[in-house]
């Protein structure tokens, strides 16, 4: 299994946006007042998942995963949520960790390896089928429309041996078994700690620090963290 699996092309969908989340920030987060808001929310990124540092390959996708995270995930833009009908939509939107499967002539499927869901992807990819399993392994964020999902940034690419790689009987998180916008699991948090690692060291075999990151997250008792703003 080679460890390709580029990003593709994807083609923008209006309403469910890398623009409308940018939007949405922005009116949350925007100026000084904004920017003192989503500080404790970048603090806690950086103690649960880690430092994005600007020199880092896909620098500005991570931080925008990292807004988003606060934003939509930790509930951080709730009360800026009434700016634009689109926000409400984008507020129901969720992360997985994606197998992706082109089809022939079809639409791409999508099995999420944290979540289980399964579901066509709504928008088309420049990606080849792969004989040994799937095309990529995808970080998405998105929503669902009509039964299928509808992404809202371009993926972060993640190594796709880790799929085959992937320890049998844990296709799913146990602690979280649906999509659940409003706490993402464990093992997200630590995928995401190995992958951005990994991305600074890309010529060592990442099979190692990522099956650690999968045994520790459901190894270690989720004690909870403490959100900003809380007692």
Excluded at 55 to 82: K, Q
Excluded at 181 to 205: E, G, N, V
Aim: glycine fraction near 12%; aromatic fraction near 8%.
């Amino acid at each position: 299994m080679s460890d390709e699996g580029g990003s593709g092309t994807m083609l923008d969908v209006p309403g469910a946006g890398a623009e409308a989340l940018d939007a949405w920030g922005w009116a949350a987060f925007g100026g000084e007042v904004g920017a003192a808001r989503l500080a404790p929310w970048l603090a806690l990124w950086q103690d649960e998942i880690g430092v994005v540092r600007g020199e880092d390959p896909e620098f500005e996708a991570w931080a925008a995963a990292r807004t988003d995270w606060a934003l939509v995930d930790m509930g951080a833009g709730a009360a800026s949520m009434a700016g634009d009908p689109q926000w409400r939509e984008l507020a129901d939107s969720w992360v997985g960790l994606f197998e992706v499967w082109p089809t022939d002539g079809g639409p791409a499927w999508l099995r999420d390896r944290i979540g289980g869901a399964c579901m066509p992807l709504a928008v088309p990819i420049d990606l080849r089928r792969e004989t040994d399993g799937p095309a990529g392994l995808w970080e998405l964020r998105g929503v669902v429309r009509g039964g299928r999902f509808v992404p809202c940034r371009p993926p972060i690419v993640y190594p796709r041996v880790l799929a085959a790689a992937w320890p049998a009987g844990r296709s799913a998180d146990a602690t979280a078994p649906q999509p659940d916008p409003s706490r993402p699991s464990r093992l997200l948090k630590a995928l995401r700690r190995a992958r951005i690692r990994h991305a600074r060291t890309p010529r060592l075999d990442p099979r190692p620090a990522f099956l650690a990151a999968i045994r520790s997250a459901e190894t270690i008792a989720d004690v909870g963290a403490v959100r900003p703003g809380s007692d």
